[in-house]
């Protein structure tokens, strides 16, 4: 192989710079072209992009965002809009493509290498962690710690007002980030879209702990379930303590990436160049057990991802 295109799509994640560049660096290694595709499925089907080298990639590692630009093409998603796409790699001679996104992302690399034999490697960057076939995705562990952030100062004027606090995370439909973020934060209670809402319950858990000293009460609430605003006017009008509705929002998808995420970048931007230098295309990359792996596209798309019950438990045995 001997030049590639690069492109992140979808909602941006913390940590696909550091991934570009793993992935530009590794392709220099191995002596191939790399191409920067701009705005996602858009600029392939614009011919939209820009040659990388080295120093293109410098200085990005720790930043949010991506240099790249992202969005959600819609044309991708047409026959006409995947053909202008494949005849831009063509004239460009490009012959192997790597996608930095999620779902929606990977269902368009997943049609050009099936119907059109274009060797694509989907990288997981999402903050939902909403895909089955890895036990996580790029821009995930970021985007908790920010609501870690948020929920820790929430946390001293809800008790200093003895309050509840709703507070909204994204997710789309995915109760991963409310998950994660409740029982690291030590939420009382998580809503999720995995499981039915019980009122009775949480009503009771707050009285309980309100009882046993507790000045305040944090609930996570999913975006998937409903709106902060709506799940507060529901539990106002059965609670007497003072709710309190905040969405994080787009805060989420900001800001240096942790640790944890800079590691899955290097390790799935190179994973994704080398599978393409040995001729492989048609694969995702994701990580297991601490251990990078790769799989087939379509196998990965179909996946259905579980909810882990099994954490949910642990959240409801120790917050309180
Ligand atoms: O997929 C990432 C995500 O942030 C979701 O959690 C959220 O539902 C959605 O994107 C928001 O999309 P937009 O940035 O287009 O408003």
């Known amino acids: 192989m001997k030049r590639i295109g690069l492109l992140t799509s979808g909602g941006d994640a913390p940590g696909m710079n550091a991934c570009i560049r793993a992935v530009v660096r590794t392709a220099l290694y191995f002596g191939m072209d790399v191409y920067g595709i701009q705005r996602g499925y858009q600029g392939l089907i614009d011919d939209d992009m820009i040659p990388m080298q080295m120093r293109s990639v410098s200085n990005i590692v720790q930043r949010g965002g991506t240099m790249l630009m992202t969005a959600r093409c819609l044309e991708m998603l047409t ?44 990288i997981p960057g999402t903050i ?40 909204e995370v994204m997710g789309r439909h995915c109760g991963d980030i409310a998950l994660y973020a409740g029982i690291a934060s030590g ?98 990359v994701g990580i297991r057990k601490n251990e990078i792996i790769d799989m087939d596209i379509i196998e990965a798309v179909s996946m259905k991802k579980k909810f882990n019950y099994e954490l949910y438990q642990t959240l409801q045995m120790i917050s309180m």
């Open 79 to 122: 026959k006409d809009g995947q053909e202008k796409a494949v005849k831009t790699l063509k004239n460009r001679k490009i012959d192997g493509l790597v996608v930095i996104g999620g779902d929606g992302s990977f269902r368009g690399a997943k049609c050009l290498s099936e119907d059109y034999g274009i060797p694509t490697i989907g």
């Open 128 to 167: 939902d962690n909403d895909l089955a076939y890895t036990d996580y995705t790029l821009g995930f562990d970021t985007a908790v710690n920010t609501c870690l952030d948020v929920i820790n100062k929430l946390r001293d004027t809800m008790t200093s007002h003895e309050r509840i606090s709703v507070v």
């Open 187 to 284: 939420a009382e209670i998580i809503i999720v879209p995995e499981v039915p809402i019980d009122m009775e319950d949480i009503i009771m858990r707050i009285n309980r702990s309100r009882v046993d000293g507790k000045r305040s009460n944090i609930i996570l609430l999913a975006e998937g379930v409903c709106t902060a605003d709506e799940f507060s006017k529901r539990l106002q009008s059965v609670t007497a303590y003072s709710v309190r509705s905040t969405v994080i929002g787009h805060i989420q998808r900001g800001g240096s990436p942790t640790m944890a995420d800079r590691m899955l970048a290097a390790q799935f931007g190179n994973k994704a160049v080398r599978l393409l230098n040995d001729g492989i295309g048609d694969r995702v």
